[in-house]
């Protein structure tokens, strides 16, 4: 591995140690913050590791999903 190469993969884990996870108390203010800076980013949609943090789904699936329909 180059240098370059693990240093982008510290950074990656600085970055993935950083983040939200599942179950965080987030304020609706901080959503909104953190929503507009993925919009500045470049590949805003994958994490560090190339797993997706965005997802598109239709509205009714949302809705089954939470047994609404």
């Known amino acids: 591995q180059s240098t370059?190469?693990?240093l982008e993969r510290v950074?990656?884990?600085l970055a993935c140690h950083a983040a939200l996870r599942a179950g965080d108390d987030v304020?609706?203010?901080d959503?909104?913050?953190?929503l507009e800076q993925m919009d500045n980013t470049d590949l805003s949609g994958w994490c560090p590791?190339?797993?997706p943090v965005v997802?598109?789904?239709r509205f009714e699936d949302v809705g089954r999903w939470f047994?609404?329909?």
């Not at 959503?31 to 953190?34: E, F, I």
């Open 4 to 6: 370059v190469e693990r």
């Open 31 to 34: 959503a909104r913050a953190l």
């Open 11 to 13: 950074a990656a884990t």
């Open 49 to 51: 590791h190339g797993r």
């Open 55 to 57: 997802m598109r789904a």
């Open 27 to 29: 304020t609706e203010a």
């Open 67 to 69: 047994q609404r329909t």
